[in-house]
């Protein structure tokens, strides 16, 4: 089982940057594709960005593309999500997961561990 942190999460002002994170424990991180997925109140979860075992393969949410960046760090355990041009609409709890699928995936499904969440609010 792989335990996952995120953190990083604030209150930033409509077009700010944000930078958060989330470090994995407990299995080899290179092991597992990565993602972000983000949930608002009173909505479902929903897909934000995805990152292939090496690193080298994203996929993204048509909603984020071109202004969120993922990015990992096989030898710190460490996926970051890098946020520019923040929009009220971000505001959410953003969670990391991790899944064995070697392909990307866009699902919460497919995706056996969570980290706790991180909170990002975004004001106009």
């Known amino acids: 089982q792989v335990h996952l942190v995120s953190s990083g999460g604030r209150t930033v002002h409509t077009g700010d940057s944000l930078k958060i994170s989330c470090v994995a424990s407990?299995?080899?991180?290179?092991?597992?594709?990565m993602g972000w997925f983000r949930q608002a109140p009173g909505k479902e979860r929903e897909f934000v960005a995805a990152i292939s075992r090496s690193g080298g393969t994203t996929d993204y949410a048509d909603s984020v593309k071109g202004r969120f960046t993922i990015s990992r760090d096989n030898d710190e355990n460490t996926v970051c999500l890098e946020m520019i041009s923040l929009k009220p609409e971000d505001t959410a709890v953003y969670y990391c997961a991790s899944t064995w699928y070697y392909t990307l995936q866009t699902t919460p499904e497919k995706y056996e561990a969570w980290g706790q969440g991180t909170q990002v609010t975004v004001s106009s």
């Open positions: 407990g299995r080899p991180f290179s092991s597992f594709s």
